[in-house]
């Protein structure tokens, strides 16, 4: 098992900053990808983006390209989720996940909330 812990979220004005911070442990050198979804008060769960664990490739969601990016430690088995220019859409609850293939994403975190004001 994966076990992932994230972190970094808080209340921002909007145009501000955060990073979020997704710590994975347990069976880590299984890890093929991880992702950072969010979901809002009301709607689905939605993708934001991901990188692939071995190559560190990104991909993001429309919404967030060019204002969000990911990066990985791999010494850390650590994944983060810097967000700029922070939007009040961008208010949710962010949760970050591993995929120990690359069909279906395995394990999540608890999740951290974001919310951002105008």
């Known amino acids: 098992q994966v076990q992932l812990v994230e972190s970094g979220g808080g209340l921002v004005q909007a145009g501000a900053s955060l990073r979020l911070s997704c710590a994975a442990s347990g069976r880590t050198f299984s890890m093929y990808m991880m992702g950072w979804f969010r979901q809002a008060p009301g709607k689905e769960r939605e993708f934001a983006g991901d990188i692939t664990w071995s190559n560190g490739r990104t991909r993001y969601s429309e919404s967030v390209k060019g204002r969000f990016t990911i990066s990985r430690d791999n010494a850390k088995n650590t994944v983060y989720l810097q967000m700029d220019r922070l939007k009040p859409e961008d208010t949710a609850v962010y949760y970050c996940?591993?995929?120990?293939?690359?069909?279906?994403?395995?394990?999540w975190g608890q999740g951290t909330q974001v919310t951002v004001s105008s």
């Open positions: 996940a591993v995929a120990l293939s690359g069909t279906r994403y395995d394990y």
